[in-house]
């Protein structure tokens, strides 16, 4: 019979999975969430950056202000994703952090792809996921939200916490 032992030094041999689950989040819906609880279950420390799109309007919606996300880490940014990304590397216990991103459908895909590629451009070891969303998600955007709240839909509460 063989016995072992197995000793972890949380403070050497441990190494967090940090993601980063980047976007602007305007505002932020069930599809949002429904990514956000997939990465959970890859890392250890998921990192919600709300950031601000130049080309987007701002909104009305905080997502500081959601009861669903208040035991989770949200940092706000206004610069270049990977600016981000590396200054939060200076602060956590990771060798690296993984961008999560989240699709619907092909059509999000071809986007995310060509953002990947910039983001390879300035920073060729980033480390990037893709996660889809379930299927009664797929239909849910921002845009679309935003679209209807507009026009004052009260489907719009259908969609947000």
Known sequence: MVAFSLVINLEEDYNMKVAIYAGSFNPFHKGHYNILCKAEKIFDKVIIANGVNPEKE???????????????????????LTDFIVR?????????????????????????MNQYRYLQDLMPEINMVSIFCDKEFEHISSSGIRTLSKFGSEKVSDYLF
């Not at 952090?97 to 895909?109: A, E, F, P």
């Open 88 to 112: 939060i590397q200076t602060i956590l216990p990771c060798d690296s952090i993984t961008l999560i991103r989240g699709l619907r459908n092909s059509v999000d895909l071809q986007y995310e």
């Open 58 to 80: 701002i909104s009305e919606y905080d997502i500081r202000s959601l009861e669903i996300l208040k035991d989770r880490t949200i940092m706000e940014y206004d610069c270049l």
